[in-house]
């Protein structure tokens, strides 16, 4: 299932490029993916067996009035081809594409108490010079990892936080 989330993730994507569309689509996407996750009732009525095909784009074209025909004639052959369960695994794959063509770098701070921006923002420009990416900076206050920070950068984490040194320690003595 993955590997046909990935395909259909792509061929949304480009399509949406060819026809000068990537933030429209995506923006849409995510509003219906956000809906959807966020509705029981959207949720069984696309996702289900119950439903005509029929029904459900009539559905569909009321949900998303207004939006880009690239999407609704995707979204459309979702339904026909009933992959509409797919859709969140998609719309990830959709924005990974995108912050690769935006040369988007997402990272995540997180600290024990709230950081001064000039710091965080410091720490993203730094980050985006050494990686040659333009840095999509969030910042989150987690208390348990009691002092230090965690920086996620893509897929890679580095975790200086008195939590992990704290586990690191209590692992060697236990080995001693």
Same mark, same amino acid.
């Given at each position: 299932?993955?590997?046909?989330?990935?395909?259909?993730?792509?061929?949304?994507?480009?399509?949406?490029?060819?026809?000068?569309?990537?933030?429209?689509?995506? =923006?849409?996407?995510?509003?219906?993916?956000?809906?959807?996750?966020? /509705?029981?009732?959207?949720?069984?009525?696309?996702? /289900?067996?119950?439903?005509?095909?029929?029904?459900?784009?009539?559905?569909?074209?009321?949900?998303?009035?207004?939006?880009?025909?690239?999407?609704?004639?995707?979204?459309?052959?979702?339904?026909?081809?009933?992959?509409?369960?797919?859709?969140?695994?998609?719309?990830?794959?959709?924005?990974?594409?995108?912050?690769?063509?935006?040369?988007?770098?997402?990272?995540?701070?997180? #600290?024990?108490?709230?950081?001064?921006?000039?710091?965080?923002?410091?720490?993203?420009?730094?980050?985006?010079?050494?990686? =040659?990416?333009?840095?999509?900076?969030?910042?989150?206050?987690?208390?348990?990892?009691?002092?230090?920070?965690?920086?996620?950068? =893509?897929? #890679?984490?580095?975790?200086? #936080?008195?939590?992990?040194?704290?586990?690191?320690?209590?692992?060697?003595?236990?080995? =001693?």
């Amino acid at each position: 299932m993955e590997e046909i989330a990935q395909v259909y993730g792509r061929s949304l994507f480009e399509v949406a490029r060819e026809h000068d569309k990537l933030d429209e689509v995506r =923006g849409q996407l995510g509003e219906l993916a956000e809906a959807i996750d966020q /509705s029981r009732e959207l949720a069984l009525f696309f996702f /289900s067996p119950y439903f005509s095909t029929e029904e459900k784009k009539d559905g569909l074209h009321r949900a998303v009035e207004g939006a880009e025909e690239i999407l609704i004639n995707f979204l459309e052959l979702l339904l026909e081809n009933h992959r509409m369960p797919l859709l969140f695994r998609i719309r990830q794959r959709y924005d990974e594409l995108w912050e690769q063509e935006h040369r988007l770098l997402p990272v995540q701070v997180t #600290s024990a108490i709230e950081l001064d921006e000039q710091i965080v923002s410091d720490l993203g420009a730094r980050i985006g010079e050494r990686t =040659g990416r333009r840095v999509e900076l969030t910042q989150r206050v987690e208390p348990d990892i009691l002092g230090g920070i965690v920086v996620q950068v =893509g897929n #890679s984490i580095l975790d200086a #936080s008195i939590r992990n040194r704290l586990e690191q320690l209590r692992k060697q003595v236990a080995r =001693g």
